[in-house]
């Protein structure tokens, strides 16, 4: 079992920029996929990006080009860079990792990113 813990959510304006940070705890980090989603009011909980252990990654059109997905092995952690903010980004941001060959799905707790002005 893993336990995670985001960090470096905020208020940003427009064309702005933010990085989050998800630190992993309990568990093996480099036997997770990990992932980035964020949830804005009254939407579901969507896939932003995913990184595997060898750092293959792979992001939702909308934030190709803007958003970079990056993990740190020897320090459990995992990176969402955010550039080129808009306020369609605004949600809470929900780290996830899941073990390789399994469905079960670990959250951490969550961070919210504003984009206003």
């Known amino acids: 079992q893993v336990q995670l813990v985001e960090s470096g959510g905020g208020l940003v304006q427009p064309g702005g920029s933010l990085r989050l940070s998800c630190a992993a705890s309990?568990?093996?980090?480099?036997?997770?996929?990990m992932a980035w989603y964020r949830q804005a009011p009254g939407k579901q909980r969507d896939l932003v990006a995913t990184i595997t252990s060898g750092g293959s990654t792979n992001y939702e059109d909308s934030v190709k080009g803007r958003f970079t997905v990056s993990r740190d092995n020897a320090k459990n952690t995992v990176y969402l860079q955010m550039n080129s903010l808009k306020p369609e980004d605004t949600a809470v941001y929900y780290c996830n990792a899941r073990p390789y060959g399994s469905a079960v799905n670990y959250w951490g707790q969550g961070t919210q990113v504003t984009v206003s002005s």
């Open positions: 309990g568990s093996i980090f480099r036997a997770y996929v």
